[in-house]
């Protein structure tokens, strides 16, 4: 019954939305002209909607994105299984921009399923609507508290925060004796937010004393209240959940005024651009990934050696995890021998993968369960924390 109420919404949605398919301009197209038909041969071809932050503050997290899409592309469009075509978009990291792409993409009937978008404040809008008209849609970067609990049709391979940051705690913890810590957190984003809820209830139920919790916007450039307080009380610890942006800023302006404590960050913190805008100041930052660039694993080192010689830098997290989900995209693909959104997803449901991140499988939400790797910001370099 739920399907056939989406196969209506789905009909309804593409009758309302057909002026702004039409007006909308074309989105980057990666790959062949994958026509969503099955080829004489068998191959099933299919195109597969991105919706990515590529434009704006945050831009480097949709950059490293679509460049790990556009590398597994490649790869799994040369062993001839599957073809895949890319509809890639741009958000903004806005809200209204992400869903007026995703409804683009959705409105098209070759499009079988949606990668992204990047944010998890994207995909609070996003995925409802995806939900509602039966598209599949994975976050390779959605780590917030309840994304696969939007819907059937929701997935992700990110992991999540719930998983990450108690881990960071537990090492910090375990490292330093801490036993007093200060939360710093962005309050107009559903992302740092739902880090800051899961930074309270671990320190909380870890019992360490929360000295002070102290709040920022998107955008913010100085944070010499908040900083100010933090240094007063001499804490063990600081928790911060911000963006890449936000974060390194946050970073540096603490060691300009002796604050030298560690940070433990939520997942914001997980790129390379948190040490090019802080530079030394990033030392001492404390994070969980599943993505550990070093780790000496001949599939992690072909795809690390295989990035770098296309982009000419490592690949961070958010490349790896949107690697390994187009692989998980083109195991259902195969699967599912169709390109048919409904049974792409039951086939996408019970993928088992070994990937670049590891072993890899959904539960029954949809969610993903992993051991995280703990890292540390040394020299300019992330490496894992002992």
Do not use: H
């Amino acid at each position: 019954m739920k399907r056939t109420i989406k196969k209506v919404a789905q009909f309804s949605a593409l009758a309302s939305m057909l002026a702004l398919a039409a007006c909308g301009g074309g989105g980057e197209q990666t790959s062949g002209e994958a026509d969503g038909q099955a080829t004489d041969g068998g191959v099933v071809k299919a195109d597969i909607g991105v919706v990515s932050y590529l434009s704006g503050s945050g831009a480097a997290y949709g950059e490293a994105i679509t460049s790990g899409l556009e590398l597994a592309l490649e790869e799994i469009n040369a062993k001839g299984e599957v073809e895949i075509n890319l509809i890639i978009e741009d958000s903004a990291g806005k809200q209204d921009q992400a869903l007026t792409a995703a409804q683009k993409l959705m409105n098209s009937e070759n499009v079988t399923a949606l990668i992204g978008p990047t944010l998890s404040t994207e995909m609070n809008v996003v995925g409802p609507e995806a939900d509602l008209n039966g598209v599949p849609t994975i976050g390779t970067s959605t780590t917030a508290e309840g994304i696969p609990q939007i819907g059937e049709y929701i997935f992700r391979n990110s992991l999540p925060e719930a998983l990450a940051i108690p881990a960071s705690i537990d090492k910090a913890i375990e490292k330093y004796d801490a036993k007093k810590v200060a939360i710093l957190y962005g309050n107009d984003d559903v992302f740092t937010k739902s880090g800051f809820d899961t930074m309270k209830a671990a320190a909380e139920e870890k019992g360490l004393e929360i000295l002070t919790i102290e709040t920022f916007q998107k955008g913010q450039s100085d944070y010499n209240a908040q900083l100010t307080k933090i240094k007063g009380l001499n804490p063990d610890l600081i928790l911060a959940s911000a963006l890449y942006n936000e974060g390194a800023v946050i970073m540096d302006q603490a060691r300009k005024m002796g604050i030298d404590v560690p940070f433990v960050g939520g997942n914001g913190f997980n790129s390379p651009e948190v040490i090019e805008i802080a530079g030394d100041a990033a030392d001492g930052l404390i994070v969980a990934t599943p993505w550990y660039a070093e780790k000496d694993d001949p599939k992690v080192q072909e795809f690390v050696s295989k990035f770098e010689e296309k982009y000419g830098k490592k690949p961070d997290q958010f490349a790896a995890q949107a690697y390994d989900a187009l692989y998980i995209y083109a195991e259902a693909l195969k699967n599912a021998g169709s390109n048919d959104r409904d049974a792409f997803r039951d086939a996408l449901a019970e993928v088992k993968i070994t990937g670049i991140l590891g072993d890899f499988a959904f539960d029954a939400e949809g969610d993903v369960i992993m051991t995280p790797t703990v890292l540390v910001i040394e020299d300019g370099a992330f490496k894992v924390f002992e």
